[in-house]
């Protein structure tokens, strides 16, 4: 592990790689479609379904259904063995309702091998009798709840919600900016028996061109050993001119080198990724910055932390 850290600590320094020119992005990847995938998030939606206030209010491309047979279209060529649904952003009184309805999905398709579902953990033990019967369906295997504030996370209630969740052996997607961070360490280091799980890479403002910052915040999250990383997110947080080049390196290397290829795992996003570019694209600048992992390291990244994190059969 060391020489490979060192490799990536001198490739960040020196802008080692190759280059993600456009004609290389437009292609199939060619490593990655031999490698396993598990796509630990993907996001499924049917407007007349459910509630969906921030699809319903938007008039961009994604106000549309997104189905399982659209995802499997756009990943052919690939080896996606297994995903991972997160929860989309219904109204909260709907989230048992979404969780029927993935399951209903993964009768019919094998796919679907987990979800993360959401879950009011605010509420602490006031809802554990919903909490028992969320987990009464076996494809739930973590909890997220997007856009709690300050006074949230730092409630009596919300701890409480926390130790539920480690007791029935859930673990928690965290949404979190560089500036939310701080806020999250106490509870990272109080709860050492749950696994949380960074989604898209803490939201760095590449834009900006975010990166001390932002490096330091995962450098702290990485040294809690229940912390994984998601590698995903990450082109809908940049100019489409920030694709191309070695720009994108350091926010795909840094996280690697920090938690390890055995605390990252792959996710697409999709269909949120559309906003910006496509599956393949994401892929091929994944291939294109990962050239120095071996092939059981980039298993890890790519599969086998997925399987360990949400018990992905």
């Known amino acids: 592990m060391f020489q490979r850290r060192e490799f ?17 992005v437009k292609a199939q990847s060619s490593i990655l479609k031999n490698i396993p995938i598990i796509d630990t998030h993907v996001h499924f939606w049917e407007l007349d379904r459910l509630e969906y206030p ?60 987990s979800m993360v579902a959401y879950f009011p953990v605010d509420q602490g033990g006031s809802a554990q009798a919903e909490l028992e019967e969320l987990t009464a369906y076996p494809l739930v295997k973590g909890i997220r ?18 130790r539920l969740l480690s007791k029935h052996d859930l673990s928690l997607d965290i949404h979190l900016g ?42 702290q999250l990485a040294e809690r050993p229940n912390v994984v990383c998601k590698l995903s997110g990450l082109l809908t947080r940049c100019h489409p001119e920030q694709v191309d080049g070695n720009f994108l390196k350091p926010y795909i290397l840094s996280p690697i080198e ?41 298993t890890q990244v790519f599969s086998d932390t997925a399987k360990k994190v949400y018990r992905v059969d």
Do not use: C
Not at 8 to 24: D, E, I, K, N, T
Not at 87 to 112: C, F, M, T
């Open 8 to 24: 990536l600590r001198r490739s960040l320094s020196l802008g080692m790689g190759l280059a993600v020119a456009p004609q290389l």
């Open 54 to 113: 921030w699809l319903e209010t938007n008039k961009s491309s994604l106000s549309q259904d997104f189905l399982l047979t659209d995802y499997q279209q756009i990943t052919q060529g690939y080896q996606v063995e297994k995903i991972v649904f997160v929860e989309s952003g219904r109204v909260p009184w709907q989230y048992l309702e979404e969780v029927k309805w993935v399951h209903q999905l993964a009768e019919q398709n094998d796919l679907i091998g």
């Open 145 to 162: 709840n997007m856009g709690d504030t300050q006074e949230q996370v730092t409630s009596a209630q919300y701890r409480e919600g926390l």
């Open 178 to 219: 560089t500036t939310d961070i701080n806020r999250y360490l106490t509870l990272i280091d109080q709860n050492p028996n749950l696994r949380f799980v960074l989604n898209h890479l803490g939201l760095p403002n590449v834009k900006d061109g975010e990166l001390e910052t932002w490096k330091s915040g995962m450098q």
């Open 258 to 298: 920090y938690f390890g290829t055995d605390r990252v795992m792959f996710g697409s996003d999709w269909p949120v990724l559309t906003r910006a570019n496509t599956f393949q694209v994401w892929a091929q600048v994944l291939e294109n910055f990962t050239t120095e992992l071996s092939q059981s390291e980039l």
